[in-house]
């Protein structure tokens, strides 16, 4: 074995560490698969989904009860922030106080979630965003509760799926859904103002600065429900016009499909 290929090894679990992933669909699915995949033992529960079209989740033991002997589990829920809180609170009660909690902090800071929950210490915030699952990096926030010790534990588990820590300042949005999402909701105002046909816009981008995809592609892949998600906490949260949502992508969140002109005789 190559000096290469014992330090891949090394960042593997030794054994089928329990993993628990509660929260929307299908980011309960894009890391179960992924920590999978890197030998963990998986446990998921849905509580609310977006594109269920492309769910496949019965390569997944599904529980709503966190197993015993589960040592991490992940809190995936952008939308539904009633059902997030329960699932935290139920994972705060359920699990070992030495067990952290990896909280997406996209539409609601990992502070705010803190005070839903009584081991404060456990939570950290993460950029859990649809299909930025395989990327090399993720956005870690922790908060003014979060000591060495869990911060140390959330780095080797990130590692060990093949992750790099960036640590950013616990903040709506992030850093890339926060810019993500205003790009889509920009071509969303040029859409409706008719400047361009949604391929157009697309083309523009890739071709203009170099996007693996236009803004249109990226929010169908994303989600609208969880582009407008979260807008609508930036919006709330920093009371910004630059957050003000576009109606066309409001109306894509709701019923998913594209307005159209009425057509005369």
Known sequence: MTAKEK?????????????????????????????????????????????????????????????????????????????????????????????????????????????????RHRLVGFSAFPTFSDGPLVEVAPTVHTPPETLEVVQKFFLSIGKECEYIQDRVGLVLPRVLCQIINEACFALQEDVAAPRDVDTAMKLGVNYPLGPIEWADNIGFGTVYAVLAALENDLRDDRYRIAPLLKQMAQTGEWWKKPTTS
């Open 7 to 119: 330090k891949k090894t090394s960042k593997r679990p030794a054994t089928r560490t329990a993993l628990y992933i509660v929260g929307d669909s299908p980011l309960v699915e894009e890391y179960a698969r992924l920590c999978s995949q890197r030998g963990y033992g998986v446990v998921i529960h849905r509580t609310s989904e977006e594109g269920s079209a492309r769910r496949k989740s019965d390569e997944f033991r599904q529980s709503a009860i966190v197993p015993p002997g589960t040592h991490l589990a992940l809190e995936v829920s952008n939308i539904d922030l009633e059902a997030k809180k329960k699932n935290l609170q139920k994972l705060d009660n359920a699990l070992p106080a030495t067990a952290a909690i990896l909280t997406s902090s996209v539409t609601v800071s990992a502070s705010e979630q803190a005070t839903w929950i009584h081991k």
